[in-house]
C-alpha cells in the first residue's frame, strides 16, 4: 500500500481537485483506492455525493476508538472508497496533540488497511500544523500544486527542506503547476521554464479551466463527466508520473 | 464499491413481476430512487459440490459463473458471502476452462483452493445444478443521487438436474458504508405482496425448482426394537444395495477414489451381515448370496489397494532419509500403470451380466422378505449376536502374547471389526451418546491394530513390487534401495503398533468397558 498526499499550506490551489481525480484514474487502472477527505470543509466528500460525516468524529478515529475501516464509505465507482471529512477535524490537532507520537500516528491509524488497499491519497486542509506533520511522515509521495510564481517556487524550496531533515522515512517531493492562467506571461514563463530545470517538478501541469470548476456542479471528478476534455489529459499524464514515483506494482 | 457480506436475497412468487420502482419510491417513508439506466446481463452458472455434498454440508456453496466472456470460481457462505474467487482456468496456466468432474489439482493454487482442500479432500467436483440467469441491474440512489445500493432482478432458468424456471429473486446489495440504508429498503421490498425474505440462496432454489434437495440423506435406517428381525435385516441390507448401486456410476468412470471406497464398504458390511446375523434371514438366503458378494468383494480389491498406495505416496516418500522422492519416480509410475489394469478389470467386472443379475436378484429377494419372515424381535436377536461377538473378541485377545506370530493380532482385529459392525448395525435401536461411550476403548483398540496391519501389509506388498519390479526390468538401484527404506520405516511403525495392542486390549477387556458394552444392548425395551 502507497500513500500519495496532495499537500500546500496554501487553499484553493487544487489538492482537492487532483486527489479526486488522480483517485478515480487510479481506480479506473484497477488499484484499489482510499480517499481520505481530511479537511473538515469536506469537498472532496461534497464531490463523490457523500455526507460529510464520521460516526465519533474525529476523535473516536485518531484515539483510535472505532477502527477506521467503519467509517469508509463506498463512492459509486468500482474500485474506489472514501473515508469522509468531518467537522471535528477542525480540532484533528488538538487530538493529535493528545495522541502518543503524533507524527507517526496516521501512519499507524492506515496501517490496518495495508491488505485493503493499494493506494491511500490524503486530501489535506491548508495550514501548518501537527496533521501536516503526521501526513509528511505517513506519505510516499507528496504531490504539490504551486500556483506559477516565483514566490511559490520558494515555499517548495522550504518544504523540501524540512522534509530533507526527517530521520527515517522521508516522503518523496512532486510540485506541479495547478491553475496556469495562459492570459498570464509570468504563468506561462515559469511553467514553461522550471520543470525542465528540477528534477522534483512534474512535466504535467494543469491549466485553469472552466471544466474543473465545474466539478461542484456535477458533484463528480472531471475525468469522469468529461474524459476527453484537456483537463482529463492533464490529470491523467500527472497520474502517470505521480504513479511512477510511487513505484506502484500492476494493478493485481 | 459492492460489499458481498451485505447482501439482502429476497424471493418472489414464481412467475411474479414485482413492481420495485414504486416500491423503491413509495415504500414507508423511503427518500430512494432508482437510476434510469439498468444493465441486463446473463450469467451461466453451474454448482459445484462432490458426490456426498461436502461443500454443502460444511456451509459453502462453489459456483462458476460466466457473465460477458469472463468464467469465475466463486466460494460462498450459505449466507451468500463471497470467502473467495478465482480465475476457473486449468492449474496448467492454458486458460482453458475446466472439465467437470474434476479433483482439486487443476485448480490454480490460491486462497481458493485451500479452503476448498480441506473439505473436499480426494473428492471430486462435479456438477450439481446448472443455470442461466437472466440479472437485470439498476443503482438504488439516496437524495443526493448517491448511489447507497445495487438491486438485481435474477432471472433463473434450470437446465440440470431438470428444466425448470425459478421464481424471481431480488438482491439488494449496499455500497459500502450504507448498509443501513440499503437493508431499510430490503424491508420495505420484503413487504411487497408475493415477496419475502430469501429461504436460501440461489442453489437452493435451482434445485427447489428442479424438484430436488440438497445433500439427500442416504442410507439412515431406523430400526426399532419390536421388529421381527428377518425384517429389520432386509432393511438393513437394502440400504447396503443402494449404497453400492449409488456408486457404481463413479466407479466404473473412475471419477474419484472414494467412490471404490464407499462402495467397497457397503460389500464389507454386507458380507459381515450375512456372516454374522444371515441366520435371521429365512432359508438358506444368506448361504446363497455370500459368495456372490465375495466375489464382488475381491473384484474390487486390487484397485482399491492400489489407490491407497497412490494416495499415501507423497507422505510415504516424505519420509525418506537417504533417497530422494525422485527416485521413487518409477516405483509410482508402476503403481499407476498397475492401477490402469485393475481399474480395467474392474469396470469390467461391474458392468457384467452376473454383476447387474446379483443386484437385482438381490433386491427382489430382499423386497419378499420384509412381507413375511421370523417372528423373533430384533433387539433380542441384536443382543444375543453382539454378546457372542463380544466373547469372540475376548477370546481372540487373551490368546495373544509377546510370543504370538501377527496372524493372532490379525484375528483379533477380525473379530472386532465384526463386534463394531454389529453395534453400528444395529446402532439405531441404541442411544447415540450411549453407544459412543460404549465403543471407544474398542475403536482405540481397532485404529492401534489397524495400523499394525496396515504396516504389515504393505511391506510384504513393496516386497512384492520389488520382486515384480526387477523381472520387468523397470526398476533402477536407487528405486529399489529407496523402496527398501520405505519398507524399514513400516517395519518401524508396525513394532510401535505392536508394543501398543497389549495396553488397548486391556482397557477394552476391563471392567468398565465390558459392563458399558453389555448394558448398552440390554438397555434397550
Ligand atoms: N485547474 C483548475 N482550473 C480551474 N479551476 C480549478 C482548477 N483547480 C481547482 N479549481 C477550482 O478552484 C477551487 C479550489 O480548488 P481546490 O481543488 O478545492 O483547492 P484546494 O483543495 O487546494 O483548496 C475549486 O472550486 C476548484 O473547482
Ligand atoms: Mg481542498
Not at chain 1, 522550504?158 to 522521508?170: D, I, K, M, P, S
Not at chain 2, 479452503?115 to 439516496?142: D, H, I, Y
Not at chain 2, 472414494?258 to 434371514?281: C, I, N, P, Q
Not at chain 2, 519398507?487 to 511403525?493: H, I, K, Q, S, T
Amino acid at each position: 500500500m502507497k500513500i500519495l498526499a496532495t499537500y500546500n499550506i496554501k487553499g484553493g490551489v487544487g489538492k482537492t481537485a487532483t486527489a479526486v481525480n488522480l483517485g478515480f484514474l487510479a481506480a479506473r487502472d484497477g488499484y484499489r483506492v482510499l480517499l481520505w477527505d481530511l479537511d473538515p470543509q469536506g469537498a472532496a466528500s461534497f464531490l463523490f455525493r457523500i455526507k460529510p460525516r464520521v460516526k465519533g468524529g474525529g476523535q473516536a478515529l485518531i484515539h483510535g476508538k472505532r477502527p477506521v475501516d467503519v467509517a469508509i464509505k463506498g463512492t459509486d465507482f468500482e474500485n474506489l472508497d472514501l473515508l469522509p471529512a468531518d467537522f471535528t477535524y477542525r480540532n484533528l490537532d488538538l487530538m493529535l496533540d493528545e495522541a502518543k507520537r503524533p507524527d507517526r500516528r496516521l501512519a499507524s491509524l492506515l496501517a490496518p488497511l495495508k491488505r485493503d488497499y493499494d493506494l491511500v491519497i490524503l486530501d489535506c486542509p491548508p495550514s501548518i500544523s501537527l496533521l501536516s506533520e503526521s501526513v509528511l511522515h505517513a506519505a510516499d509521495l507528496l504531490l504539490v500544486p504551486l500556483i506559477p510564481t516565483t514566490l511559490s517556487v520558494r515555499t517548495l524550496d522550504q518544504l523540501t527542506e524540512f522534509v530533507a531533515g526527517f530521520n527515517g522515512h522521508r516522503p518523496k517531493v512532486l510540485a506541479f503547476f495547478s491553475m496556469i492562467d495562459r492570459r498570464k506571461r509570468l504563468h506561462t514563463q515559469i511553467a514553461q521554464d522550471l520543470p525542465a530545470q528540477r528534477p522534483d517538478f512534474a512535466t504535467a501541469a494543469i491549466p485553469a479551466l472552466s471544466v474543473i470548476e465545474q466539478m461542484s456542479v456535477h458533484r463528480a471528478p472531471v475525468t469522469v463527466f468529461s474524459p476527453r476534455s484537456l483537463a482529463s489529459k492533464q490529470y491523467a499524464s500527472l497520474w502517470q508520473e505521480a504513479r511512477e514515483r510511487l513505484k506502484l506494482p500492476q494493478p493485481s | 464499491m459492492r460489499s458481498g457480506s451485505s447482501e439482502f436475497l429476497l424471493d418472489c412468487d414464481p412467475g411474479a413481476t414485482p413492481d420495485v420502482a414504486s416500491a423503491v419510491s413509495n415504500g414507508s417513508g423511503c427518500t430512494f430512487s432508482l437510476s434510469g439506466d439498468a444493465t441486463v446481463r446473463r450469467v451461466r452458472r453451474t454448482w459445484l459440490d462432490t458426490f456426498d455434498w461436502r461443500l454443502y454440508r460444511a456451509g459453502l456453496a462453489l459456483e462458476q459463473v460466466t457473465a460477458s466472456g469472463r468464467t469465475e470460481l466463486v466460494l460462498t457462505g450459505r449466507d451468500g458471502e463471497r470467502l473467495a474467487v478465482a480465475q476457473a482456468g486449468s492449474a496448467n496456466g492454458s486458460g482453458q476452462q475446466a472439465r467437470w468432474p474434476a479433483l482439486l489439482g487443476i485448480l490454480p493454487p490460491g486462497p481458493l483452493r485451500e479452503l476448498l482442500e480441506p473439505v473436499v479432500g480426494v473428492r471430486a467436483l462435479a456438477p450439481v445444478a446448472k443455470a442461466t440467469s437472466q440479472v437485470r441491474q439498476q443503482r438504488v440512489l439516496n437524495p443526493d443521487a448517491k448511489t447507497v445500493a445495487w438491486l438485481a432482478i435474477d432471472q433463473m432458468s434450470v437446465s440440470y438436474p431438470a428444466r425448470a424456471h425459478a421464481a424471481p429473486r431480488l438482491a439488494v446489495s449496499a455500497v459500502r458504508g450504507y448498509q443501513a440504508q440499503a437493508g431499510r429498503l430490503g424491508s420495505v421490498l420484503a413487504t411487497m405482496p408475493g415477496v419475502r425474505l430469501a429461504a436460501g440462496i440461489a442453489l437452493d432454489a435451482a434445485l427447489a425448482a428442479a424438484g430436488t434437495e440438497p445433500a439427500p440423506r442416504t442410507g439412515d435406517i431406523q430400526l426399532t426394537a419390536g421388529m421381527p428381525s428377518a425384517a429389520a435385516m432386509a432393511v438393513i441390507l437394502t440400504a447396503l444395495l443402494d449404497a453400492i448401486e449409488a456408486n457404481v456410476h463413479g466407479t466404473v468412470r473412475d471419477i474419484d477414489t472414494e467412490f471404490l471406497h464407499d462402495l467397497r464398504v457397503a460389500v464389507r458390511r454386507t458380507r459381515s451381515a450375512l456372516k454374522l446375523a444371515g441366520g435371521a434371514l429365512p432359508g438358506d438366503l444368506a448361504a446363497r448370496y455370500r459368495p456372490e458378494f465375495k466375489w464382488l468383494g475381491d473384484l474390487t480389491t486390487p484397485t482399491r489397494d492400489l489407490d491407497v498406495y497412490l494416495l499415501g505416496f507423497d507422505q510415504m516418500t516424505s519420509g525418506l532419509v537417504a533417497a530422494t522422492g525422485q527416485d521413487l519416480t518409477p516405483f509410482r509410475q508402476y503403481l499407476e500403470r498397475t492401477r490402469t489394469t485393475a481399474h480395467r478389470e474392474l469396470a469390467r467386472g461391474l458392468r457384467s451380466a452376473r454383476f447387474a443379475r446379483l443386484t437385482s436378484q438381490w433386491r427382489a429377494e430382499l423386497a419378499s422378505v420384509r412381507a413375511s419372515g421370523k417372528r423373533l424381535a430384533v433387539a433380542k436377536f441384536a443382543a444375543e449376536r453382539i454378546a457372542v461377538a463380544q466373547g469372540h473378541a475376548l477370546r481372540a485377545g487373551r490368546r495373544i502374547t509377546a510370543a504370538s506370530p501377527p496372524s493372532d493380532l490379525h484375528d483379533l482385529r477380525k473379530r472386532c471389526k465384526e463386534l463394531r459392525y454389529l453395534l453400528e448395525m444395529f446402532g439405531s435401536l441404541y442411544d447415540a451418546g450411549q453407544r459412543w461411550q460404549a465403543v471407544r476403548e474398542l475403536k482405540a483398540l481397532q485404529d492401534c491394530l489397524g495400523a499394525f496391519q496396515d504396516a504389515e501389509v504393505q511391506r510384504s506388498e513393496i516386497h512384492a513390487f520389488a520382486d515384480r519390479m526387477l523381472a520387468e526390468r523397470s526398476a533402477p538401484a536407487a528405486t529399489l534401495l529407496a523402496m527398501g527404506e520405505i519398507a524399514a520405516d513400516l517395519a518401524r511403525r508396525q513394532r510401535q503398533a505392536r508394543i501398543e495392542v497389549d495396553g488397548r486390549f486391556a482397557a477394552f477387556a476391563g471392567q468398565a468397558g465390558q459392563s458399558r458394552l453389555t448394558a448398552l444392548t440390554e438397555a434397550g425395551p
